[in-house]
């Protein structure tokens, strides 16, 4: 299956061609950008396409983040991959951030938690918890730091996500200490790809989870595991 995965939720546009036959993925960029997605997409995805030398119209299928994220930034990736898929008449299915940042890890089938925080601002976090081998300890929601910070409870974790560190720092001491801590700023693109080609089209889709509206209170709607997050979008 060839899978074209398109990321601009969070602080990068990224964008990979994955062949899940040989496992590889083909061609790949990514820019670290807070700002400015809708001007760097469809460039990228140009040049993404050449690289791996693959047609539009050859392609299985197109993933896509769908948030939580940058309520602007995911919607150009959603645009996007909806636009491509109408035009190349292929299927489009959408990937949670927080799933994509677990998914490396639990792909290492370890016993810890995993614990997925992404910056909500104003001190709250978009926040998921999972057990090592992917299974829900605590669903999808926007919670205060200080709440999230009592997944502690599940024993010493995984940190990964853009608010990772932050997690890291507000710790409870009395607690075990968390056994790794991932900050990077953007889901891998190739695992966003990964978990398009595993979910299915007729449930996960591409539109926005947002977990919040935009300029709303913080709520702490209960939203779906790791595996179901794509499917509740």
């Not at 392609?59 to 035009?87: K, N």
């Not at 398009?196 to 779906?224: C, E, H, I, W």
């Amino acid at each position: 299956m060839l899978i074209l995965a398109i990321d601009t939720a969070l602080n990068a546009c990224a964008a990979g061609v994955l062949d899940t036959r040989t496992g590889q993925l083909i061609a790949h960029e990514s820019l670290p950008m807070a700002r400015g997605h809708a001007e760097a997409l469809m460039p990228l995805l140009g040049r993404v396409i050449q690289q791996s030398g693959i047609a539009f119209a050859e392609l299985d299928r197109i993933a896509v983040t769908t948030g939580p994220g940058s309520f602007t930034g995911l919607r150009v990736g959603l645009s996007a991959g909806r636009g491509i898929g109408l035009a190349a008449g292929k299927p489009v299915v959408g990937v949670t951030t927080l799933a994509a940042y677990a998914a490396p890890v639990v792909s290492r089938n370890e016993d810890a938690p995993v614990i997925a925080a992404i910056d909500a601002r104003h001190d709250h976090v978009y926040f998921q918890a999972v057990s090592g081998n992917g299974t829900s300890l605590q669903r999808p929601c926007v919670i205060p730091i200080d709440e999230a910070v009592e997944a502690a409870r599940f024993g010493a974790p995984q940190l990964v996500g853009n608010a990772a560190g932050v997690l890291a720092e507000r710790w409870p001491q009395d607690a075990p200490r968390p056994l790794g801590i991932d900050t990077q700023p953007a889901p891998e693109i190739s695992w966003v790809a990964w978990l398009g080609a595993a979910v299915n089209p007729d449930t996960a889709l591409a539109r926005p989870f947002y977990l919040r509206a935009p300029d709303a209170k913080p709520q702490s709607s209960l939203m779906g595991d790791l595996g179901g997050a794509q499917s509740a979008s």
